[in-house]
């Protein structure tokens, strides 16, 4: 099915610069031939069902995953900045043996319980060589119904859930995307998105294949960079997170209008500060369209774009995807009434990976998927979203549970009561905030707790600060009121 697009695409475009980085160019028609090999090598290198692939964006990242795809396995792309103890967890739960890297993150790897095949070492350019003596092998013919790939997501708990996108919800997501925001082959994207994020990967990786455009991709992001490259590869598509456009905008004396050229400027993955869309309309030219969707729903529900937007919204819903705003008893709410975001439609996951109870806690039995998100709906459907429904933080796009922290600094001898909550921060989007009552007697500082804290967590999960109190506000069950806490 998308090994089929991708032929497709090839047989149309094989001369057409597809994929490049700062190593790596390839057309479409070598794109298909590299990952034709790389799909005999995922054949020789493991029977498992599911492989890993722990890539940054980047040329080759495409070839790894329609390479596994070709050889008929389901892609796993591991989130590397997650701590050593939660890749370990996604690994054992997703049973890989082998993860497909580069050399970058071979120590790293090389402390997991899973066999790592790093790029470089691989035979791939005689394997390319010897592959045009051979006939093509058949594109492989997955059932619509049958998982892609399982990305790996906090969800409503604290630990890693596998979201199951199949291969249809990933395929009507580029098509309904595509239709809705007038995408053609023509756009050219810069990809500064890790492949692990939905929005990454159907964005910045499916969507251009689908079409034949061209990507250029940034491994690492560095905001002088990425307008550096839009001018100079006449880029006309950025996918970015909130957090990404305000570092571009406090560049320093940026190009004028540098981003006014381009078609389309997409946030998502964090509400988008107003000082952020304002600044970067004012120093980058950009008008900001902000779009909306999940993992679970692979993930594109609504967006703006220039033909279709309206300041302040997410967007209309993209073509066959239905929201509802409903409320506490299932129930629509009234035109501009907030109430939880529902979602159907083709995108909508398969479920968690072996896990049914958390499946049917989120999906109902006529197939819509309850969000958690609260918005509003207004008179010709744009959609708004004002807030979550459970404590989630968003810190630049990632999720983050205030729980798993507090697990973490309860863990510390001098801690006997923690609480965690997100407060807005206008380079991440939200950042954690710690409060702690401390053993009577005991001491430890805010250094100490937030260093005990980065020990044991990813980067992005530890406390920007860690406040101690002598107590914290008690409800009559003996629950902490979180919503009394400010930092």
Not at 176 to 194: K, Q, V, Y
Not at 287 to 311: A, D, I, N
Not at 389 to 413: C, Q, R, Y
Not at 432 to 449: D, H, M, Q, R, T
């Amino acid at each position: 099915m998308l090994v089929d697009a991708l032929l497709e695409t090839s047989d149309r475009y094989a001369d057409r610069l597809a994929v490049a980085d700062h190593a790596t160019k390839l057309t479409y028609g070598r794109l298909v031939k590299v990952a034709a090999a790389l799909r005999g090598i995922v054949l020789k290198e493991t029977r498992s069902e599911r492989v890993g692939i722990c890539l940054p964006a980047c040329a080759l990242f495409p070839a790894v995953l329609f390479g596994v795809w070709w050889a008929g396995k389901k892609a796993v792309p591991l989130n590397f900045l997650l701590a050593d103890e939660e890749l370990e967890h996604v690994i054992r739960d997703a049973e890989l043996d082998v993860v497909f890297s580069v050399k970058y993150f071979k120590e790293r790897l090389g402390k997991l319980p899973v066999r790592s095949i790093m790029l470089e070492d691989l035979p791939i350019k005689r394997r390319v060589l010897t592959g045009m003596f051979r006939r093509r092998p058949a594109g492989p013919r997955p059932d619509a119904d049958d998982t892609a790939v399982i990305l790996y997501t906090s969800g409503t708990s604290h630990v890693p859930k596998g979201v199951e996108l199949t291969f249809d919800n990933l395929r009507s997501n580029c098509a309904d995307s595509i239709a809705s925001a007038r995408f053609t082959g023509e756009h050219r994207f810069l990809n500064i998105l890790p492949p692990f994020h939905v929005f990454g990967l159907t964005g910045n990786v499916l969507i251009p294949i689908v079409l034949g455009c061209t990507v250029f991709s940034l491994p690492r992001f560095n905001a002088a960079t990425v307008l550096a490259k839009v001018r100079e590869h006449g880029i006309s598509v950025l996918l970015a997170t909130p957090s990404m456009y305000g570092a571009l905008m406090r560049v320093k004396s940026p190009p004028p209008d540098v981003l006014a050229s381009l078609y389309l400027n997409i946030s998502g993955g964090e509400p988008l500060p107003a000082a952020t869309e304002s600044g970067c309309r004012e120093r980058l030219g950009a008008k900001l369209l902000q779009g909306y969707g999940l993992t679970e729903t692979s993930p594109v529900v609504s967006l703006c774009v220039p033909h279709s937007e309206r300041s302040g919204t997410v967007g209309q819903p993209i073509e066959n995807t239905r929201v509802r705003i409903v409320d506490e008893a299932g129930r629509d709410t009234p035109t501009g009434e907030p109430g939880e975001v529902w979602i159907q439609g083709p995108g909508v996951m398969k479920g968690y990976f072996r896990n049914p109870e958390e499946t049917r806690a989120v999906i109902t039995p006529d197939g819509w998927f309850k969000s958690g998100d609260i918005g509003t709906l207004d008179d010709e459907g744009f959609l708004s979203i004002t807030g979550r429904k459970k404590e989630m933080i968003i810190v630049g796009g990632e999720n983050v549970f205030p729980s798993e922290i507090e697990t973490v600094l309860a863990e510390h001898p001098a801690v006997t009561q923690v609480a965690v909550i997100g407060v807005s921060d206008a380079s991440r989007g939200e950042v954690p905030i710690a409060f702690v009552c401390l053993e009577e007697g005991a001491e430890a500082s805010p250094i100490e707790l937030r260093q005990f804290a980065r020990d044991r967590l990813a980067g992005h999960k530890v406390p920007r600060e860690v406040l101690i109190s002598a107590d914290l506000p008690l409800g009559p069950t003996g629950k902490i009121l979180k919503r009394k806490l400010c930092p």
